[in-house]
T-cell receptor, first 113, second 112 residues
Framework: SAVISQKPSRDICQRGTSLTIQCQVDSQVTMMFWYRQQPGQSLTLIATANQGSEATYESGFVIDKFPISRPNLTFSTLTVSNMSPEDSSIYLC??????????FGSGTRLTVV | ELKVEQNPLFLSMQEGKNYTIYCNYSTTSDRLYWYRQDPGKSLESLFV?????AVKQEGRLMASLDTKARLSTLHITAAVHDLSATYFC????????????FGTGTRLQVFP
């Protein structure tokens, strides 16, 4: 199955700033997904990113706050913009492969102070 | 809109005991996934259930799927401390089978 490298693994950021999270996959995948996991909570899908097209955002998430890039079939970034303490969460990227199902990155633990 | 609920949300059980975690989902789907998450870690895939009546077992864990009842169970047999983790089920909605909707999670704590 695909191996996903996600970075940074953790960061502490000042409110009002932005953080870009990178996700690199060792094979070409059509779809990549970005999830948020708030402290002690389940995973919530932020958006689906396809190469060459705009990301599709879930209800409650907007492009201005969470811009996503997908420049090729092995890489994606998620930016958390104008951060507030409520954005403190774990952010995970994920890919789906026909024979292996879903694989998740190691996650980025974000703390906004 | 697909909603996925698990119960219990928290389970504290003694080593050697058996217990079942339940996963209910609100609309039709054709697959269900179970994941394990250790504190501070990412998700580890446990099972993929692809059809009604599917049953899969790995060690002390056994998962089953009843698509008609929209119910999956994760049964723990003779629990050991190493099974302490949070368990999530996840379901793809039929209107978009590429994405996953996660359950609320069950935090399992196994004590001696």
């Amino acid at each position: 199955s695909a191996v996903i490298s996600q970075k940074p693994s953790r960061d502490i950021c000042q409110r009002g700033t932005s953080l870009t999270i990178q996700c690199q996959v060792d094979s070409q995948v059509t779809m990549m997904f970005w999830y948020r996991q708030q402290p002690g909570q389940s995973l919530t899908l932020i958006a689906t990113a396809n190469q060459g097209s705009e990301a599709t955002y879930e209800s409650g998430f907007v492009i201005d706050k969470f811009p996503i890039s997908r420049p090729n079939l092995t890489f994606s970034t998620l930016t958390v913009s104008n951060m507030s303490p409520e954005d403190s969460s774990i952010y995970l990227c994920s890919v789906v492969e026909q024979n292996y199902g879903y694989t998740f990155g190691s996650g980025t633990r974000l703390t906004v102070v | 809109e697909l909603k996925v609920e698990q119960n219990p949300l928290f389970l504290s059980m003694q080593e050697g005991k058996n217990y079942t975690i339940y996963c209910n989902y609100s609309t039709t789907s054709d697959r269900l996934y179970w994941y394990r998450q250790d504190p501070g870690k990412s998700l580890e895939s446990l099972f993929v259930l692809l059809s009604n009546g599917a049953v899969k077992q790995e060690g002390r864990l056994m998962a089953s799927l009843d698509t008609k009842a929209r119910l999956s169970t994760l049964h723990i047999t003779a629990a050991v401390h190493d099974l302490s983790a949070t368990y999530f089920c996840a379901v793809p909605p039929l209107y978009n089978t590429d994405k996953l909707i996660f359950g609320t999670g069950t935090r399992l704590q196994v004590f001696p």
